[in-house]
C-alpha cells in the first residue's frame, strides 16, 4: 500500500461529466490498495469569473482579505461535489476545506501571497490527513488554499494548488505525486504553434522548473521545491479517466529544497574576446560562424553577449590565445567582421535562484553595491532564474563577497 496525491486542475473538473471521471480514477486507484488524497482547483473559469464579478461590483475597494475569501469560494464549492460523488461511486470521502478543523495548510496572514509554516503544516497534515488514511476515508482537499492561526482564509499565489498538491505529498512522505491536467504531458513545444510537438516521457526537475519559469503553463515551478527525491510525480491528461496511465515522469532531486540561491564565483581566470564589424545585428549568421569555428576547437564559451556593432566572448585563460587565432581567420577570410581583440582578465560571478522570476529590482540589487565600492561591470546577462555578471578579476573577489553579503 502506498500513499498517492493526485491533483486536479480546474479544466480536469470543468464539468459533470469530466468530475465523473475524475472520481472514478481516484476510486479506481483505491482498489488498487493505495489510500490517495486528493487536491482540487476551482471548477474551470471560476476563480476568473469571481474576479471579473468583484472587479465590477468593488472595484479597488476590496480588501485582501475580502478577495481572498472571495477566491477560496471556487475550492470550496468543487471538493464538495468531487467527495460527494467520490462517495456515490461506494468510497468513504471527506471534503477538508479551510473551515474544518482538520484543515492541514497553514500560512502567514499575507492573504493573497501567503508564505507556508512548514512546521505547522507538517504536523497537522500528519495528524488529521494521515488519520483519515489511516480509516480508509479519502480526503478530498481544497488546493490553492491556507489558513492562519487565527482562522483567516488566505491564498497562496499563482499556482497555488500544485503547491498544494507537492506539500502534502512531502509532509506525508508519499510514494508518488499525480498532477492531472489538460495536456498529456510535458510536451517538447506548445503543440497549438507547431504540431509535430511530442510527448516528453520524462524531464528532470530542473529542466521542469526553468520550462516553468519561461512560460510553460504545465506546473507551477513553486510546486517543485517541495518534491522530494524519492517522490515520484507525473503529469497525465484527464482524458484517460485512469490515474495509471502513462504520462511525463518528473525525475531527479530538486536543489532549491535545500538552497533557494546559489552564487559562485568562476575558480580560475576567464579571457575577454571581442570580435568587432559594421551593423552586425543586420546580418544574418554572425553567431552561427563563430560558435561553428569554435565548436571545430572543442573548447567552451562561458558567455557570449551582443551589440549593434560587437559580439563579447568569454574564455578560460588558458583556451582564449587559440580563439583568438581561430577567430581571427574568420575575420580575415569574410567581409562581415572587420577586427578581433584580446582583453583582459576576468572573473564570472553566477547568481542562481527560481525566486528571481517573482523578485523586481534584483539587477538593481546587485550592480548597486559594486557600484557603491567602485567596482566596473564589464558584461552582464540575465535571465528569468539567473544573473551572470563579468568583472576584472582583480575586483572579482571583492565583488562576491559584496553580492553575497548582499543577496543572503
Known sequence: MGIVVAKYGGTSVGNGERIQKAAHSV???YMRGNQVVVVVSAINKTTDESIKVVNESVGDNVTERQLAGILSMGEMLSVRILAATIESLGVKAEYIDPFSEKWPVITDSNYLEAKIDKNETYKRTNKYIRELLMQGVIPVVCGFLGKTLDGNVTTLGRGGSDVSAFLIGHCLN??????????????????RKI??????????VEEMIDL?????QVLHPN??????PDVKAKIISYEYGDLRVRGTDIIGPNTTNEKVMTITMSPSKLTLLAVVGENLMQK????????EKIRDLDINIY????GESSLTLFFKKEEASLAHRCLHDLVIKGDTLSSISLGQEIAMISMVSHDFVDTPGII??????????DINIVEISSSQTEVVLFVNWEDGEKAYNLIKETLE
Open 212 to 216: 516553468a519559469n519561461y512560460g510553460a
Open 27 to 29: 476510486v479506481n486507484e
Open 174 to 191: 508519499a510514494d508518488e505525486v499525480i498532477i492531472v491536467t489538460d495536456v498529456k504531458g510535458v510536451m517538447s513545444t506548445d503543440p
Open 223 to 228: 510546486a517543485l521545491r517541495f518534491k522530494d
Open 303 to 306: 558567455g557570449i553577449s551582443t
Open 364 to 373: 538593481s540589487c546587485v550592480t548597486k553595491p559594486l557600484h557603491d565600492n
Open 284 to 291: 544574418h549568421g554572425v553567431i552561427a560562424d563563430v560558435t
Open 195 to 204: 504540431n509535430n510537438a511530442r510527448k516528453l516521457d520524462r524531464i528532470t
